[in-house]
């Protein structure tokens, strides 16, 4: 399994012309992830060698502007690069703190934008303990609604400490706690082992 990745911006609070907002992309299988999607995400992409439309999942730390205000402009380009014709497409799977999929469905009603894809947004529950307690917004009660195919409410596995975010074949990926200003969230991205391959009758050659 072969992953590279492209940091598209490394910027804090707000972007330059220099450096864009923070934004990076790891490549993986011919699928690319993207975490963190701050303002100038599109136009760093444009200067990249990535296409926006091979974006399968969206990871977002925390609801800091500066790491999430491009997203809904991200995924109407999204849409206007896609085809009617692909019915069948999976859905564009976006993880972050509860709260995200609320602002993603207003703000896309909002400015009357019609994606021509599905997304799911998956959403992890914060602890009261991620950041100061007069920060601290309780907004797990907005948008409960049960129904999976809107994404699942993700909470705290208190054995492992972490977040199962999604495993396949070749890897696990997880999401940790991080203490900030407002509940905020690290991934992790874990290889699975893989055993090797043995060339047993040329062991059994070298005795």
């Known amino acids: 399994m072969s992953m590279d990745i492209t940091f598209l911006g490394t910027g804090s ?11 990076l992309v790891l490549r993986r299988e011919g699928e690319c992830w993207l975490f963190d999607c701050g ?47 692909e019915p069948d497409k999976p859905p564009v799977e ?58 699942r409410r993700i909470h705290l596995d208190p054995v492992g400490n972490s977040y199962l975010l999604l495993e396949d074949e070749q890897l696990l990926v997880r999401g940790f706690r991080l203490f900030h200003r407002i509940p905020s969230f690290g991934f992790v991205v874990e290889e699975k082992p893989r055993p090797g391959k043995l060339d047993v009758q040329k062991l059994r050659d070298l005795g």
């Open 39 to 85: 303002e100038g995400t599109q136009t760093q992409l444009m200067k990249s060698h990535l296409r926006a439309g091979r974006i399968t999942k969206v990871f977002i730390t925390h609801l800091h502007g500066d790491h999430f205000f491009g997203l809904p402009g991200l995924l109407c380009s999204i849409s206007l690069q896609s085809s009617p014709a």
């Open 94 to 151: 976006i993880y972050g703190p509860v709260g995200l999929r609320d602002f993603l469905r207003r703000s896309l009603e909002l400015s009357h934008s019609q994606l021509l894809f599905p997304y799911v947004v998956h959403e992890l529950v914060p602890t009261r303990d991620q950041c100061p307690a007069e920060e601290f917004r309780d907004f797990s009660s907005s948008d409960e609604k049960g129904d999976d195919s809107q994404g």
């Open 13 to 23: 609070a707000y972007p330059s012309p220099t450096r864009g907002a923070s934004a």
